[in-house]
C-alpha cells in the first residue's frame, strides 16, 4: 500500500467512526428526551392526581384506588432515581422531597378520615400545596433538562450533515483512486513506469487516424540498447532492471509531453511524436541518442543505443510502420550501432 492510499485508508476510517459516534449520539439523544417526557407526563399526572384526591377527600369520598396509583408513581420514581439517566440533582432532591410529603399527606388522610376537623383539613391542603411545588419543581427540572438535550441534538445534527458529505466526498476520491490504480496497472509497464505495449497501440491508432483525417506529420522511432545482453550477463538481471528505469528517465527528459514514450519490448522502447515532421523527428532522435551515450548509468557508466526512425504515410497501418522502423533499427546495428537509420 502506497502513501496516497495509505493516507485515504486513515481519512476513510476516523470520518467513519466519527459519523458513528455522531450517528449514536442523535440516536442516544432522541431515545433520551423521549423518556425525559414520558418522565415529565408522569410527574404531571402525579401533581394532577395528588391535588384531585385531596378535594375528593374534604368532600368525602374515598378513592382508594387513586391512592394506589400515586403511590406506585411515586415508589416507581424514588426508587430508580439514583440509576435514572434521565435524573439531576435538582430532580433527584425533588423526587425525595416528594415521597416524604407523600407520606406525610396519607398519614394526615387517615387522621381526616377517622376524624374530620378544620386542623387536619388545614393540614392536607397545607401538604397539598407543598406537594404541588416540589413536583411542579421536579417537573420544570426535567423540561430544562430537556431542552439542553435539545440544544445538544441541534448542534450534532449539523455535524452529521456534514460528515455525509464528507463520506460522500471521500467515497469519491477512494473511487477515483481505485480507478486510476486500475488504469496505471492496465497502461503503465510495472518496471520502468512508461506506457507498456497495449497502451502504445491504442494510441498509435488513434494518432495514425488522426494524422489520417488532418493530414498532419507524424513521426516514429524505435529504439533499443545496445548489447543489453552483456549487461545483463556481467552484472546480473536487477542491474539490467536499473538500467532500464533509468534510461526511460532519460528518455522522457528528452521529448515533449505531447510525445509518447513506451516500452514494448524486453530493451525495447518506441516514441510516438505526433505533429513533427521527418526532419524534426531525425533532430529528436539524434537528440536522444547523445543524451544516453553521455548520461553515466548507476553501476555500469555509459550505454548506448542504436534507433531507427520513419513517418507516416497515407494508408499506412500500424505494421506498415513497423517494419520500416524496425528495417532503420536493423541497419543502425549492422552500421555500427549507437546510431540512427531512417526507412521511408
Not at 169 to 188: G, P, S
Request: aromatic share 8%.
Amino acid at each position: 500500500m502506497n502513501n496516497k492510499s495509505s493516507v485515504l485508508l486513515i481519512i476513510s476510517i476516523i470520518l467513519i467512526i466519527v459519523l458513528g459516534s455522531t450517528s449514536l449520539s442523535i440516536v442516544y439523544i432522541v431515545k433520551t428526551i423521549e423518556n425525559d417526557a414520558r418522565t415529565i407526563n408522569d410527574l404531571g399526572i402525579i401533581r394532577g392526581s395528588i391535588q384531585r384526591l385531596v378535594k375528593l377527600e374534604l368532600s368525602d369520598i374515598v378513592n382508594d384506588e387513586l391512592i394506589n396509583k400515586i403511590d406506585a408513581g411515586i415508589f416507581y420514581f424514588s426508587d430508580d432515581k439514583d440509576s435514572s439517566e434521565n435524573s439531576n440533582n435538582d430532580m433527584i432532591n425533588s423526587i425525595g422531597k416528594i415521597a416524604d410529603l407523600w407520606a406525610e399527606l396519607i398519614e394526615a388522610i387517615n387522621e381526616y378520615r377517622s376524624g374530620p376537623t378544620e386542623s387536619n383539613r388545614s393540614i392536607l391542603l397545607e401538604i397539598s400545596e407543598e406537594l404541588w411545588i416540589y413536583t411542579d419543581n421536579a417537573v420544570s427540572s426535567m423540561q430544562w433538562t430537556t431542552e439542553n438535550r435539545i440544544r445538544n441534538f441541534r448542534t450534532l445534527f449539523p455535524l452529521l450533515i456534514i460528515n455525509l458529505l464528507l463520506m460522500i466526498t471521500i467515497t469519491m476520491l477512494i473511487k477515483r483512486y481505485v480507478r486510476d490504480q486500475l488504469e496505471n496497472k492496465i497502461n503503465f509497464d510495472p518496471l520502468t513506469e512508461v506506457y507498456n505495449r497495449q497502451f502504445f497501440y491504442q494510441s498509435f491508432k488513434k494518432e495514425i487516424e488522426k494524422s489520417q483525417r488532418y493530414q498532419r506529420h507524424l513521426t516514429f522511432i524505435i529504439f533499443d540498447i545496445d548489447h543489453f545482453k552483456k549487461v545483463n550477463d556481467s552484472y546480473g538481471h536487477d542491474v539490467g532492471d536499473l538500467v532500464l528505469k533509468e534510461l526511460c528517465k532519460v528518455c522522457e527528459s528528452s521529448i515533449r509531453k505531447s510525445d509518447i514514450l513506451a516500452r514494448i519490448g524486453g530493451e525495447e522502447f518506441a516514441i510516438i511524436a505526433p505533429e513533427t515532421s521527418i526532419s524534426s523527428g531525425v533532430v529528436l532522435a539524434e537528440k536522444i541518442r547523445k543524451v544516453v551515450e553521455k548520461h553515466s548509468f548507476e553501476k555500469i557508466s555509459q550505454i548506448t543505443i542504436s534507433l531507427g526512425i520513419t513517418q507516416f504515410i497515407a494508408g499506412d497501418t500500424i505494421d506498415d510502420i513497423f517494419k520500416r522502423a524496425d528495417v532503420a533499427l536493423y541497419k543502425a546495428k549492422n552500421n555500427g550501432r549507437n546510431k540512427l537509420e531512417i526507412e521511408l
